[in-house]
């Protein structure tokens, strides 16, 4: 029973209203973003010339990071961009790592090459490395 003069409460049934209404809502997830990239191996000293696939998705950035097998048999001594891409940016983070950012909207093809450098205790050479990335 309520007192005479007194309004009743509306918060209660509001907020039971408004409860059914976000219990209903669809919910909102993230676009998935990845790299992936071919594994593969390569001799530097033999000079190789190897092509890798990468796929993009979401705008994710790969890295490519490059390191001996046998590090007690080949020594890497030096890694360089040989060419850059059209559709992102490709940057040499640390010696032997190498980030690609596609551009902000980019779709489609783009491709990278990389070389690495090293030697064995007989001879030197560098392999070169090209990435054809799809960037979904």
């Not at 809502?25 to 390569?42: G, L, N, Y």
């Not at 046998?70 to 640390?94: R, W, Y």
């Amino acid at each position: 029973m309520m007192p005479s003069g007194r309004r009743p409460r509306r918060r209660f049934w509001l907020a039971a209203f408004l409860l059914p209404l976000a219990a209903h809502a669809a919910p909102v997830q993230a676009a998935k973003s990845e790299c992936r990239t071919d594994r593969f191996t390569f001799s530097a000293v033999n000079g190789d010339k190897v092509t890798a696939n990468s796929v993009s998705t979401g705008g994710a950035s790969c890295s490519y990071k490059f390191a001996p097998v046998h590090p007690d048999v080949v020594q890497f001594t030096s890694g360089s961009i040989t060419k850059q891409p059209s559709g992102g940016t490709l940057t040499q983070v640390s010696e032997f790592t190498f980030s690609y950012q596609p551009r902000a909207g980019f779709k489609g093809s783009d491709h990278v090459a990389i070389k690495v450098c090293g030697h064995n205790s007989k001879r030197a050479g560098c392999a070169t490395i090209t990435y054809n990335i799809s960037v979904e």
